[in-house]
């Protein structure tokens, strides 16, 4: 129903910065959260940040003060700005989107992941 197309993770050293955004597209009638995710192999998914309509931020203690979400709604796209990463940061990160379609109907959609590795 709706497809996510993730970009922006890499390779970076330890103290530096990389800007994640996640573009929506498809048949959407709105997009009511958009977050990340991360997971490290062996471990469950957890919460990183999330954005929802009504300007509610949550962030993932372990990140707040370092990350910034951000949403474009206009171009279905949400940002993960994250500065001062550390080695622990390191995971593959999902966008991830609640809404509706077009036709009304509810999804829970995900991205198909992106590595972000922080290391010296």
Aim: glycine letters at 12%; one cysteine or more; aromatic letters at 10%.
């Amino acid at each position: 129903q709706v497809q996510l197309v993730e970009s922006g993770g890499g390779l970076v050293q330890p103290g530096g910065s990389l800007e994640l955004s996640c573009t929506v597209s498809g048949s959407i009638f709105t997009l009511n959260v958009m977050g990340w995710y991360r997971q490290v192999p062996g471990t469950e998914r957890e919460l990183v940040a999330r954005a929802n309509t009504g300007g509610e931020i949550r962030y993932a203690d372990s990140v707040k003060g370092r990350f910034r979400i951000s949403r474009d709604n206009a171009m279905n796209t949400v940002y993960l700005q994250m500065n001062s990463l550390k080695p622990e940061d390191t995971a593959v990160y999902y966008c991830n989107t609640v809404g509706y379609g077009a036709d009304f109907r509810p999804f829970d959609s995900w991205g198909q992941g992106i590595q972000v590795t922080v290391s010296s």
